[in-house]
Nanobody
Framework: QVQLVESGGGLVQAGGSLRLSCAAS????????MGWYRQAPGKQRDMVAI???????KYADSVKGRFTISRDNAKNTVYLQMNSLKPEDTGVYYC???????WGRGTQVTVSS
């Protein structure tokens, strides 16, 4: 059974940085695409960043140039480095395997102005 556990969220001022981590178990991590999604209050869950097993990346337009997704296959972990954070980045950030096959429980990110 696949398990994804996110960590690293918190409260940060606008302009600050956070790094989210997602530890995976129960799967051959290296062969899967991993992604980060976020859900703001009252809104749908949207894709933030995707990283395929081959190293290709895709980012939401709103985070390009500020966020970076990466993975450490030896640690079965995917990361999201978030820089120059804005209040509109606030939300619950979820880790996902293979475009929604499995989800973590999420970690809250709050950016104050």
């Amino acid at each position: 059974q696949v398990q994804l556990v996110e960590s690293g969220g918190g409260l940060v001022q606008a302009g600050g940085s956070l790094r989210l981590s997602c530890a995976a178990s129960g799967t051959r991590f290296s062969i899967n695409a991993m992604g980060w999604y976020r859900q703001a209050p009252g809104k749908q869950r949207d894709m933030v960043a995707i990283l395929t097993s081959g190293g290709s990346t895709k980012y939401a337009d709103s985070v390009k140039g500020r966020f970076t997704i990466s993975r450490d296959n030896a640690k079965n972990t995917v990361y999201l480095q978030m820089n120059s954070l804005k209040p509109e980045d606030t939300g619950v950030y979820y880790c996902s395997l293979n475009w929604g096959v499995a989800w973590g429980r999420g970690t809250q990110v709050t950016v104050s102005s």
